[in-house]
């Protein structure tokens, strides 16, 4: 057990202690846990605002003495507003956030932990790693590598493949590396990657002219499911038939429901899921609800989604 | 009169290089398609590009007016994404009492809509008179958030059952022509006729041309900008009846930086950004021009993936010069 840890027991149990003598008459001190994510522009943010509203409501009716306040914002600058009108009208016991980006965020959250918040990060980690007391992400390297490998396998290691990918940025650049890392090995041929920003739209368009530029294709990777929409729009209308699958990735509900309805041409699907929010703020409530100190790197795996696991990753309220 | 007849005599025989321009730049990004690449001149690419050009070629049309009438609409994009929106979720609502008639009255609510949002811009711009870059600014702003909020930020699908029957709007085809172009050809023939043919076509270049002089010969300005607007809108409207048949669903991402595409396939047909002259062939060129470009980008391996959008942007700028150049 960590120094850190063992003090932050010591110092609940004593608290708790504290509480005891008074006779359970006084309630626990008011603990409040803010929350500062991206806001709703598209379905995966969406899926964030929606699992950290659910926190919200679940915490607050299972722990009275915890409070938790959930702010949405449009871009970085709004987001460092945000953390500064947070932390100004009142104590913050802890602060829960998934940064916009690593670099213009690390100095505002920096400033709200010298007033003794606890800091937990979610999906980009901050630039200087020491402010973060958690950090709870996916890996992006995974999500590229456990669809390549699934695809590699059922291609029989050989076949022509396109793939798209999102905006530039390096939750993208990740998965691209995790893919083509596992293609490198295998005489499986990309035959191309173009953009195509994780919008439906785009990938449409995009997989027209893929399917009209190369006369055979055995398998697509989308990079994401919203993109993946798109993809099998277009290959619909094509008519064409040679294509075998067609992957995404992150877990959207669409999609997740052809895993479970044993779709051939998408099977499975890799999880990233906006529900990591969930688990970052249930962690974080962890410190002030009961003795379970949370220090430390949480990576969520990226297990295939298959139909006998499928049900754990569907939410079916959800936005995503 | 007598100069009426004669100008429309003389039309025919005079051949105007400068309007021929958009048309001439069209025709030689398709010749160079077709040479760099044995795939570009497929039935089935050709069909694919003019099909997707459409939405951007029919929301253009609007913009025609818009732009010779002196105002700029920003909103389009977001327009277009608030009224998907709202087709859908009024088509999911009459499905279960109407069967795939919802479909129709859910399109006849979406015009109605689209209008509306034109006539709030327009109104913004005329009666409040603030400048149109920052009354549509705003109201693209507005619209983004409320088909945002509509969704939670996820889509809007439209009902399993209500898909088949509404898919040959995007995909199916009248005489082998695809139906989103067929539509797209009767908004321009429409377009045409009201901005050429019309006593308002000519109110809307003069009030774009010089707004003072309009108001000092008898035209009311507002009235011709707010309906300007309103025409905008119902072009909205028709380009998202067309939309939804193809990916069934509205998306916060949906329309999104439309509203550029749309300004550059205008100004790219030989409409003037600052009013007063207007082209809807060339607008219908300039749409096609960006989506040929695009395919082109796709097709050929010539470019890196991170440099497509400089490439665009540079054919862009070049198409631009050369018209001024033959001017």
Same mark, same amino acid.
């Given at each position: 057990?960590?120094r850190?840890?063992? +003090?932050?027991?010591?110092?609940?149990?004593?608290?708790?202690?504290?509480a005891?003598?008074?006779?359970g008459?006084?309630?626990?001190?008011?603990r409040?846990? #803010?929350?500062?994510i991206?806001?709703?522009?598209?379905g995966?943010?969406?899926?964030?605002?929606?699992?950290?509203?659910?926190?919200e409501?679940?915490?607050?009716?299972a722990?009275?003495?915890?409070?938790v306040i959930?702010k949405?914002s449009?871009s970085?600058t709004a987001?460092?507003s945000?953390?500064?009108d947070?932390? #100004?009208?009142?104590?913050?016991?802890?602060l829960?956030?998934?940064?916009?980006?690593?670099?213009?965020?690390?100095?505002?959250?920096?400033?709200?932990?010298?007033?003794?918040?606890?800091?937990?990060?979610?999906d980009r980690?901050l630039?200087d790693?020491t402010?973060?007391?958690?950090?709870?992400a996916?890996?992006n390297?995974?999500v590229?590598?456990n669809?390549?490998?699934w695809?590699a396998e059922k291609?029989g290691?050989e076949g022509k493949?396109?793939?798209? +990918?999102?905006?530039?940025?390096?939750?993208d650049?990740e998965r691209?590396?995790?893919?083509?890392?596992?293609?490198k090995?295998?005489?499986?041929e990309i035959?191309d990657i173009q953009?195509?920003?994780?919008?439906?739209d785009?990938a449409?368009?995009?997989?027209?002219?893929?399917?009209?530029?190369?006369?055979h294709?055995?398998?697509?990777?989308a990079n994401d499911d919203?993109m993946?929409?798109?993809?099998?729009?277009?290959v619909?209308?094509?008519?064409r038939?040679?294509i075998?699958?067609?992957?995404?990735?992150n877990?959207?509900?669409?999609?997740?429901e &052809?895993?479970? #309805?044993?779709?051939?041409?998408?099977?499975?699907?890799?999880?990233?899921p906006?529900s990591?929010?969930?688990s970052?703020?249930?962690?974080t #409530?962890a410190?002030?609800?009961?003795?379970a100190? &949370? +220090?430390?790197?949480?990576k969520?795996?990226?297990?295939?989604?298959t139909?006998?696991?499928a049900?754990q990753?569907?939410?079916?309220?959800?936005p995503? | 009169?007598?100069? !009426?007849?004669?100008?429309?005599?003389? %039309?025919p025989?005079r051949?105007?290089?400068?309007?021929?321009?958009?048309f001439i730049?069209l025709a030689?990004?398709?010749?160079?398609g077709?040479l760099?690449?044995?795939?570009?001149?497929?039935?089935?690419?050709?069909a694919?590009?003019v099909?997707?050009?459409?939405?951007?070629a029919i929301i253009?049309?609007?913009?025609?007016?818009?732009?010779?009438?002196g105002?700029?609409?920003?909103? !389009?994009?977001s327009m277009?994404?608030f009224?998907?929106?709202v087709?859908i979720l009024?088509?999911n609502? /009459?499905?279960?009492t109407?069967?795939?008639? %919802?479909?129709?009255v859910?399109?006849?609510?979406g015009?109605?809509?689209g209008? /509306?949002c034109?006539?709030?811009n327009g109104?913004?711009v005329?009666v409040?008179?603030?400048?149109?870059?920052?009354a549509?600014?705003g109201?693209?702003?507005?619209?983004?958030?409320l088909?945002?909020?509509?969704s939670?930020?996820g889509s809007i699908p439209?009902?399993r059952?209500?898909?088949?029957?509404?898919?040959?709007?995007y995909?199916g085809n009248? /005489?082998g022509?695809?139906?989103?172009?067929v539509v797209?050809l009767?908004v321009v023939?429409v377009?045409?006729?009201?901005?050429?043919?019309?006593k308002?076509?000519?109110r809307c270049?003069?009030?774009?041309s010089?707004?003072d002089?309009a108001?000092?010969s008898g035209?009311s300005?507002a009235?011709v900008?707010?309906?300007?607007?309103?025409?905008q809108?119902l072009?909205v409207a028709? %380009?998202?009846?067309?939309?939804?048949?193809r990916l069934?669903?509205?998306?916060p991402?949906?329309?999104q930086?439309?509203e /550029?595409q749309?300004?550059?396939a205008v100004?790219?047909?030989g409409?003037?950004l600052?009013?007063?002259?207007?082209r809807?062939?060339?607008?219908?060129a300039?749409?096609l021009i960006?989506?040929v470009i695009?395919?082109?980008? !796709?097709?050929s391996?010539? !470019?890196?993936?991170?440099l497509v959008a400089?490439?665009?942007?540079?054919?862009?700028?070049?198409?631009m010069?050369a018209?001024?150049?033959?001017?």
């Amino acid at each position: 057990m960590t120094r850190t840890a063992r +003090r932050a027991l010591g110092l609940l149990s004593a608290a708790s202690l504290v509480a005891l003598t008074a006779g359970g008459a006084i309630a626990q001190d008011k603990r409040t846990i #803010a929350v500062s994510i991206p806001a709703a522009t598209h379905g995966w943010t969406g899926g964030v605002v929606y699992h950290a509203e659910q926190a919200e409501k679940e915490i607050e009716a299972a722990f009275p003495n915890i409070d938790v306040i959930v702010k949405t914002s449009p871009s970085a600058t709004a987001q460092v507003s945000a953390l500064e009108d947070l932390s #100004a009208g009142q104590t913050l016991d802890a602060l829960v956030i998934l940064p916009f980006t690593s670099e213009e965020l690390t100095g505002p959250v920096e400033q709200v932990k010298s007033n003794g918040t606890y800091i937990a990060v979610v999906d980009r980690g901050l630039t200087d790693p020491t402010i973060q007391d958690l950090y709870v992400a996916g890996d992006n390297i995974a999500v590229g590598a456990n669809t390549a490998k699934w695809m590699a396998e059922k291609l029989g290691g050989e076949g022509k493949i396109v793939v798209l +990918r999102g905006i530039p940025t390096v939750i993208d650049d990740e998965r691209i590396q995790g893919f083509t890392d596992v293609m490198k090995d295998t005489n499986i041929e990309i035959l191309d990657i173009q953009y195509a920003n994780w919008n439906q739209d785009e990938a449409f368009s995009l997989m027209q002219d893929y399917l009209a530029k190369y006369p055979h294709i055995d398998a697509v990777w989308a990079n994401d499911d919203d993109m993946l929409l798109g993809v099998l729009e277009a290959v619909k209308q094509s008519g064409r038939t040679e294509i075998k699958y067609a992957l995404g990735g992150n877990g959207m509900k669409d999609v997740i429901e &052809m895993v479970k #309805a044993g779709d051939p041409v998408t099977p499975i699907s890799t999880p990233y899921p906006p529900s990591m929010i969930k688990s970052a703020i249930y962690m974080t #409530a962890a410190q002030f609800s009961g003795q379970a100190p &949370m +220090r430390g790197n949480f990576k969520l795996d990226a297990p295939l989604i298959t139909p006998e696991n499928a049900d754990q990753f569907y939410f079916p309220d959800s936005p995503f | 009169m007598t100069t !009426v007849t004669t100008e429309i005599a003389d %039309a025919p025989r005079r051949i105007r290089w400068a309007d021929m321009g958009p048309f001439i730049a069209l025709a030689l990004v398709v010749l160079i398609g077709t040479l760099i690449n044995t795939n570009f001149a497929t039935g089935t690419n050709i069909a694919n590009v003019v099909t997707r050009s459409a939405f951007i070629a029919i929301i253009a049309v609007g913009a025609t007016f818009v732009i010779s009438s002196g105002c700029l609409d920003l909103s !389009v994009g977001s327009m277009m994404a608030f009224v998907t929106g709202v087709m859908i979720l009024t088509m999911n609502r /009459l499905e279960p009492t109407m069967g795939a008639n %919802a479909i129709l009255v859910g399109a006849g609510f979406g015009l109605i809509v689209g209008a /509306l949002c034109g006539l709030l811009n327009g109104l913004i711009v005329t009666v409040g008179k603030i400048e149109p870059f920052i009354a549509t600014l705003g109201t693209m702003g507005i619209f983004r958030a409320l088909i945002t909020w509509m969704s939670d930020g996820g889509s809007i699908p439209i009902e399993r059952a209500l898909r088949d029957p509404y898919r040959p709007v995007y995909f199916g085809n009248v /005489l082998g022509i695809p139906l989103p172009v067929v539509v797209t050809l009767a908004v321009v023939l429409v377009g045409a006729f009201i901005l050429y043919r019309t006593k308002y076509g000519r109110r809307c270049m003069a009030a774009g041309s010089n707004a003072d002089v309009a108001r000092f010969s008898g035209v009311s300005v507002a009235r011709v900008r707010t309906t300007a607007f309103v025409i905008q809108g119902l072009c909205v409207a028709i %380009a998202a009846i067309c939309y939804i048949p193809r990916l069934g669903a509205a998306t916060p991402t949906t329309g999104q930086l439309w509203e /550029l595409q749309v300004i550059t396939a205008v100004v790219i047909g030989g409409t003037l950004l600052r009013g007063g002259k207007g082209r809807i062939w060339g607008t219908v060129a300039g749409a096609l021009i960006l989506e040929v470009i695009a395919n082109l980008m !796709v097709l050929s391996n010539m !470019v890196s993936e991170y440099l497509v959008a400089a490439v665009q942007g540079v054919i862009i700028i070049l198409a631009m010069l050369a018209h001024r150049f033959i001017k």
